[in-house]
């Protein structure tokens, strides 16, 4: 596991031979006062052709944030890239992807295994 200078983890899983690059979110919440360290985390994913964010530590994620996601996908899209895929176990963070539409845009799963199988 690699970690970013602000001590928040970056997991890859040999990016360079098609398999996921693992981008764990590993705060609790993530609003508008630690957004803008969201988006350093998910920055590496933007380039990267398999993707998987892990926010299963993740309990929070307000519309600001949410964004952050969303400008990844774009990002992501424009590069040629398919869709990143989450795994997410809070029911909280999963009714907001589901009431926001957001599972219908990216894949979901219930553990990090399971998405890398998929």
Same mark, same amino acid.
């Given at each position: ?14 990016? &360079? ?14 609003? #508008?006062?630690?957004?803008? *360290?969201?988006? &350093?985390? +998910? *920055? ?21 944030? +949410?964004? &952050?996601?969303?400008? #990844?996908?774009?990002?992501?899209? $424009? $590069?040629?890239?398919?869709? $990143? ?10 009714? +907001?992807? *589901?009431?926001?539409?957001?599972? &219908? ?10 998405? +890398? *199988? $998929?």
């Amino acid at each position: 596991m690699d970690s970013n200078t602000d001590g928040k983890s970056v997991h890859t899983v040999d990016a &360079k031979h098609g398999k996921p690059f693992v981008v764990r979110c590993d705060q609790e919440e993530y609003d #508008m006062s630690n957004c803008d *360290e969201l988006t &350093k985390v +998910l *920055e590496p994913a933007y380039n990267a052709p398999n993707v998987i964010v892990d926010v299963t530590r993740v309990e929070y994620i307000d519309s600001t944030c +949410l964004s &952050k996601f969303a400008i #990844m996908r774009k990002r992501r899209g $424009a $590069a040629g890239f398919p869709p $990143a895929r989450f795994v997410i176990t809070s029911t909280a963070v999963r009714r +907001l992807f *589901e009431v926001t539409g957001f599972d &219908k845009i990216w894949p979901v799963f219930d553990s990090l295994e399971v998405a +890398l *199988e $998929a």
